[in-house]
Nanobody
Framework: QVQLVESGGGSVQPGGSLRLSCRAS????????MAWYRQAPGEERELVAS???????NYADSAKGRFTISRDNAKNTIYLQMNSLKPEDTAVYYC??????????????????WGPGIQVTVSS
């Protein structure tokens, strides 16, 4: 089995910073694209930022210039550095990853995994 676990969330004042981490563990053979999504109350889940296996990044317009996604392949971990946080960044943040086990790679099956989510609250 494969698991994703997020950490680093919490409460911060507007203009503050947080760094989220997401570590993958289990029977991992290869990790391809990874991403951060978020979901605010009453809203649909939306992509915040993504990073390919070759560290090519993509950001939502709302994240550009303020958030930075990165990955440490040796640790099976991605990060989301969030600066200049705004109240509208308040949401549950989810880690997402395309992870292949030996069995799924042999079978040609694509598996997408999600973390349980972590709360980020930006409020004065």
């Amino acid at each position: 089995q494969v698991q994703l676990v997020e950490s680093g969330g919490g409460s911060v004042q507007p203009g503050g910073s947080l760094r989220l981490s997401c570590r993958a563990s289990g029977m991992i053979f290869v990790i391809n694209d990874m991403a951060w999504y978020r979901q605010a109350p009453g809203e649909e889940r939306e992509l915040v930022a993504s990073i390919t296996g070759r560290s090519i990044t993509n950001y939502a317009d709302s994240a550009k210039g303020r958030f930075t996604i990165s990955r440490d392949n040796a640790k099976n971990t991605i990060y989301l550095q969030m600066n200049s946080l705004k109240p509208e960044d308040t949401a549950v943040y989810y880690c997402n990853a395309d992870i292949g086990t030996i069995a799924s790679v042999k079978a040609g099956i694509k598996n997408i995994y999600w973390g349980p989510g972590i709360q980020v609250t930006v409020s004065s």
